[in-house]
């Protein structure tokens, strides 16, 4: 099974259709003999992952989680009340790594700016323009991309898109994004689980290909287009 955690396949369809354009703009703003790649742990993680990274720095104490070494803190999404870009399955966020003509990843320094104009090339927001803390590797697709402007709605419809390529749902109204009963009777069907997980997504994907090649939905035009 692929590794959700790096595989491009979990990435949402506008990432996944521009991540290669976006990591050759990257590289080519580098100097010679830089490479460009995405990190280990950059494009989808369960809420469980993600709620081990933000265990980093925190104990509990007195019924909640609490920075005890703001050194060793990483987030403060625990992906159950507060979900990182990266929790979304597709994945609306990606983290870009730089590796040195070395071979060595870098871990942080003045190149990674370049991490922004490959964002900006392709009107994706960059970590490195956030007020307050900042997230250099980090890319993710504008709230106003996404399908009516909802990451919970817009993650729904995704899984959608797939169910009506499969003839699991047959009517264009099912297509709304929100997947209650309905839809996840409709995945039930088409693959036997009505639990949106990784493996989940894995096994659509390797049925149907990646969304942004699917025909059957791309006729209705209030469906926000890969660009």
Do not use: C
């Not at 991540?19 to 469980?48: F, S």
């Not at 709304?176 to 693959?191: M, R």
């Amino acid at each position: 099974m692929a590794n959700h955690k790096s595989d491009p396949l979990f990435l949402h369809p506008i990432l996944h259709a521009r991540l290669a354009d976006i990591l050759a703009e990257v590289k080519n703003n580098l100097p010679a003999g830089w490479k460009t790649g995405t990190a280990l742990e950059g494009i989808h993680r369960t809420p469980g992952e993600q709620f081990t990274i933000f265990q980093k720095g925190r104990a509990f104490k007195d019924g909640s989680w609490v920075i005890v070494d703001k050194n060793k803190k990483v987030t403060g999404l625990d992906g159950y009340k507060k979900k990182s870009r990266h929790n979304y399955l597709p994945a609306t966020a990606v983290d870009i790594v730089l590796f040195k003509p070395d071979g060595k990843e870098l871990e942080s320094g003045p190149q990674e700016q370049k991490i922004g104009k490959g964002a900006a090339k392709y009107n994706l927001d960059w970590g490195g323009n956030w007020s307050g803390w900042q997230d250099l590797p980090h890319i993710e697709i504008p709230l106003n991309r996404l399908f009516k402007n909802s990451l919970d709605l817009d993650e729904g419809l995704q899984w959608q898109k797939y169910l009506f390529e499969g003839g699991a749902l047959t009517s264009p109204e099912d297509l709304d994004g929100v997947f209650g009963q309905h839809s996840k009777a409709a995945l039930q069907a088409l693959i036997g689980t009505s639990e949106r997980t990784p493996d989940a997504w894995e096994t659509l994907y390797t049925k149907y290909g990646p969304i942004e090649s699917l025909t059957t939905v791309q006729q209705y035009a209030w469906i926000p287009a890969v660009r």
